[in-house]
């Protein structure tokens, strides 16, 4: 079993940053492929960004490659998404995941953990 906890969110005016960290409690963090997804209001739950167990193989939509950056400490049971240039279009509850296995996954029904999300509003 494996508990997230995201925090970072918060309102940001477009062009801005944000980091947004999820915390694991639980066993073994390290054996676990991490992502993190996104839903605006009236959406589906989106795809954001995975990592691999190590933080050697990571994987972003199409949407935020290049502003987006996933990263993971597995001595802090942390998962990281820093977010720049951020756009209006990219408000939307962040949720972290967690899933068994070590590789990425870029899948949803692929997840076996879920946060309870927290909220990023980009102003324009």
């Known amino acids: 079993q494996v508990q997230l906890v995201e925090s970072g969110g918060g309102l940001v005016q477009t062009g801005g940053s944000l980091r947004l960290s999820c915390a694991a409690s639980?066993?073994?963090?390290?054996?676990?492929?991490m992502g993190w997804f996104r839903q605006a209001p009236g959406k589906e739950r989106e795809f954001v960004a995975t990592?691999?167990?190590?933080?050697?193989?990571?994987s972003y939509a199409d949407s935020v490659k290049g502003r987006f950056t996933i990263s993971r400490d597995n001595a802090e049971n942390t998962v990281y998404l820093q977010m720049n240039s951020l756009k209006p279009e990219d408000t939307a509850v962040y949720y972290c995941?967690?899933?068994?296995?070590?590789?990425?996954?870029?899948?949803?029904?692929?997840?076996?953990?879920w946060g309870q999300g927290t909220q990023v509003t980009v102003s324009s």
């Open positions: 995941a967690a899933a068994k296995g070590y590789y990425i996954r870029t899948l949803l029904r692929n997840y076996d953990y």
């Open positions: 990592i691999s167990w190590t933080g050697g193989s990571t």
């Open positions: 639980g066993r073994a963090f390290s054996s676990y492929a």
